[in-house]
Nanobody, 124 residues
């Protein structure tokens, strides 16, 4: 199984950016995005179930970020609006074979596979 994240870059505060994650080699009932800023622990950003009917967000991104998926293309996306310098981090996508829920989505142990990460830098 493999997850490949892309779409990161350098943007200004207030800009938008969409990250993509391509999954292959397996069906992940749950997908998530995490991020890790330099010198800090990895933190949960967003998660989504297989149908896309349930999504979960960290408080820090609620209302600004949106997670979605296209199962026909084996893709998951993270649309990030109104970016802030505090959003600067390496963003990782992750896949969970057994799905995610409101309690399990934010827990990194839920996930079975991780992508390599894509850097997002937001300048002020």
């Amino acid at each position: 199984v493999q997850l490949q994240a892309s779409g990161g870059g350098l943007v200004q505060a207030g800009d938008s950016l969409t990250l993509s994650c391509a999954a292959s080699g397996g069906i992940f009932l749950g997908m998530g995005w995490f991020r890790q800023a330099s010198g800090k622990e990895r933190q949960f950003v967003a998660a989504i179930n297989y149908s896309g009917s349930s999504t979960y967000y960290a408080d820090s991104v609620e209302g600004r970020f949106s997670i979605s998926r296209d199962n026909d293309k084996n893709m998951v996306y993270l649309r990030m609006n109104n970016l802030e310098p505090e959003d600067t981090a390496v963003y990782y996508c992750a896949g969970a074979f057994n799905g995610v829920g409101s309690y399990t989505g934010p827990y990194d142990g839920t996930y079975d596979a991780w992508g390599q990460g894509t850097q997002v830098t937001v300048s002020s």
